[in-house]
């Protein structure tokens, strides 16, 4: 039986078999037999990670209580449910992700408060995902929106449904205002420059 470890764009966490390119930490959310609580977070660092350890190590897919790996398609994915890249086993993504942010913030980079921003623009305390309406001509690669009630990559002129297991087939960019999931200061770091690593079936 698969665990309930797997995050949609949405950023619902549900029970599927398919693990995707990235792991995720928000904190300790599981209980002692490996299901998920009532919390969501427990910190506002909602970190991107890499699926093996950088020493080597695999962790599992429920740490016993120190975290709860979150797994997710691909990063894109991961920044629309609010995480960005993590500075320890991700640092040259980090790295990039600090430039893009300094430049969309035009101010220092302070972590702490980074973190911060993110979180008021992630999800609310009821737990409810932030979302907002934007042009969908000026939407960044690596957004994603909602079409039909089903979140879709923005990737070049194309839109593409997702799936637990991967993308469909695309269809055109509509013009108009969207519903867009990806965060409002992640929508900003992508403008400034940010690729997201995405998966293999992202294709126009």
Request: hydrophobic share 35%; aromatic share 8%; with cysteine.
């Amino acid at each position: 039986m698969p665990l309930q470890n797997r995050v949609l764009p949405t950023g619902e966490i549900v029970a599927h078999p398919a693990r995707g390119l990235f792991t995720g930490n928000r904190g300790i959310l599981h209980q002692p037999d490996k299901t998920l609580g009532a919390a969501r977070w427990q910190h506002p660092h909602w970190v991107t990670c890499t699926l093996d350890h950088p020493r080597g190590t695999y962790h599992g897919p429920m740490p016993d209580r120190r975290w709860t790996a979150l797994f997710f398609l691909d990063e894109a994915v991961a920044l629309a449910a609010g995480h960005r890249p993590c500075g320890y086993c991700r640092r040259a993504a980090y790295e990039a992700w600090k430039d893009g942010w300094t430049t969309s913030a035009g101010a220092p980079f302070d972590r702490v408060e980074m973190d911060k921003t993110l979180h008021k623009a992630r999800v609310t305390p009821t737990r409810a995902q932030v979302r907002h309406k934007a042009d969908a001509a000026a939407l960044p690669d690596g957004a994603f929106v909602l079409i039909d009630a089903a979140p879709h990559l923005v990737l070049g002129q194309n839109l593409l449904p997702f799936t637990p297991n991967g993308y469909g087939c695309a269809r055109a960019r509509p013009g108009g205002q969207l519903t867009v999931l990806t965060p409002r200061p992640t929508l900003e770091v992508l403008r400034a420059g940010y690729r997201p690593e995405l998966h293999p079936t992202a294709r126009t």
